[in-house]
């Protein structure tokens, strides 16, 4: 089975810009549907973005779109998500995953088997 590492998480005023990154060990990254998911204080977990398994093809939940990038490296085992024009309401644990089984660019938790220990992302206003 394959591990998840987040990276890159930190405090940044409204309008900045964070990249997270999510490395990846014991499988190739490649096989996998790579997703990332962020869950809020107080909320539930939700889908943010994701990517296919050979970076063809993305998602990405409404409120992101326009502002977040997500991107693949499968020769380095990594996958990042660029986030810019941080709003207060970004703030959350943001989580890593990986699906083997999952469709392209899937979208839902259940479609993912693994996880990340996540990384903290506050954005001040």
């Known amino acids: 089975q394959v591990q998840l590492v987040e990276s890159g998480g930190g405090l940044v005023q409204a309008g900045g810009s964070l990249r997270l990154s999510c490395g990846a060990s014991g499988r190739p990254v490649s096989i996998y549907v790579m997703g990332w998911f962020r869950r809020a204080p107080g909320k539930e977990r939700e889908f943010v973005a994701a990517?296919?398994?050979?970076?063809?093809?993305?998602q990405y939940i409404d409120s992101v779109k326009g502002r977040f990038t997500i991107s693949r490296d499968n020769a380095k085992n990594t996958v990042y998500l660029h986030m810019t024009s941080l709003k207060p309401e970004d703030t959350a644990v943001y989580y890593c995953?990986?699906?083997?089984?999952?469709?392209?660019?899937?979208?839902?938790?259940?479609?993912?088997?693994?996880w990340g220990q996540g990384t903290q992302v506050t954005v001040s206003s």
């Open positions: 995953s990986a699906g083997v089984s999952a469709p392209s660019a899937a979208t839902t938790t259940a479609d993912y088997a693994y």
């Open positions: 990517i296919s398994r050979l970076g063809g093809s993305t």
